[in-house]
């Protein structure tokens, strides 16, 4: 966030954690949080197993106002030239020009103005990279509270912060998909909580645990285990930011994909005779499933059918999908005469509840229902009948 120097270890640590540059998955531009997020985002997609590769062109005390310049814009389409491959972009920007402007004194027209004009910096930068590049997507990470800085309380600039924040999402929310923001204000005080040694006047004077209810609170700064200076986290501090940002962005966009390949059908191998049959339209990101089962409880004895069993149960499900998971609207069918248009068969527009399918890989997956009439949920693991589509699948899936 500023050129303040880091410590020997963190500059050991980011060197060697770097490697040989590559073509990559994920560009990163920005500051010295932008520095040490290529690193760590790196370990933690090792981490979590996946395959994805990250490259940087981050500089240390850089601005969202001097990267808004044609010398800074060249730069940034090169290395998406370099980078071909490169499906996202990781964004560590406003926090210099931010916090190297703002101070406890200035009025609220001078704190919106300077909000408005970094927001306004970071906007081009995102239009230059979607030009260059219209299907990639950005994700754009915030800081978190800092140690104490001469330039206001901890209350007074965590609570300015949050307030860029605010902003900072809406821009985001104005570029659709294209522009991901992540707010991670007050991660390191939840993750580490306080130890009741006050390194400064700011630190609270009595412990507060890790994950306590009352965190994250604006009025303390970052506790002082995950910082290396004012503003600077640790290599492990800049690990727990990674798999934060990890869960909230990479891992949907990065992991499995629900593709075409999964069309088959499915069962649970403990309820053999039931099961799931997977349609994916990939064109309108759309799934449709058959769940062939029974009734929750048999039918009595006396109670017989013409065709089949008086148990079965026929329920479908659709809605839409993204990266590996789709969440579908279960729908009961019912009414109908085998081979027949009289009676009409009918089901409630509005749905009996909910079907979550979420993906491991090709072969695998978890099925998570809620029908509403019963007041019943569960979890179902599902896995192929037969392997003949993997094939096509796993294709798909790594295009």
Known sequence: ??????????????????????????????????????????????????????????????????????????????????????????????????????????????????????????????????????????????????????????????????????????????????????????????????????????DPDFVIPPGDPSLPDPQYPGPAVAYLDAIHLT????????????????QAVLGFQINAGLNDAWYDPATAGQGFLIAVFPEISQMFVAWFTFDTERPPEDVTAMLGDPGHRWLTAQGPYDGNTANLTIYVTEGGVFDAAEPPASLDPAGDGTLKLEFADCSEGMVRYEITSLGISGDIPIQRIVPDNVPLCEALADP
Not at 57 to 77: F, H, R, V
Not at 235 to 250: C, G, K, T
């Open 1 to 202: 966030m500023s050129r303040i120097s880091a410590t020997v270890a963190l500059i050991i640590y980011l060197l060697v954690a770097a490697g040989p540059s590559q073509a990559a998955d994920i560009l990163v531009i920005g500051d010295s949080w932008g520095v040490a997020a290529g690193p760590a985002l790196q370990k933690v997609l090792i981490d979590n197993g996946s395959a994805g590769t990250v490259a940087s062109i981050a500089e240390g005390g850089e601005t969202a106002e001097n990267i808004n310049t044609p010398q800074w814009l060249a730069k940034i389409t090169a290395a998406l030239e370099e980078n071909p491959d490169a499906s996202l972009v990781h964004l560590s920007l406003g926090g210099n020009d931010f916090l190297g402007q703002w101070n406890a004194f200035i009025g609220k027209e001078q704190e919106d103005q300077l909000i408005a004009d970094v927001i306004e910096d970071i906007s081009s930068i995102v239009d230059h990279i979607l030009g260059q590049r219209p299907e990639i997507r950005i994700f754009w990470s915030s800081y978190d509270y800092p140690r104490p800085l001469i330039i206001g309380s901890p209350e007074e600039v965590n609570k300015a912060s949050m307030r860029f924040s605010v902003e900072a999402q809406t821009l985001a929310e104005s570029k659709g998909d294209s522009l991901s923001y992540g707010d991670f204000n007050g991660l390191t005080q939840v993750v580490y909580g306080f130890d009741g040694v006050q390194t400064s006047p700011f």
């Open 235 to 250: 290599p492990e501090a800049y690990l727990v930011l990674a798999q934060s940002q990890y869960q909230d962005f990479y």
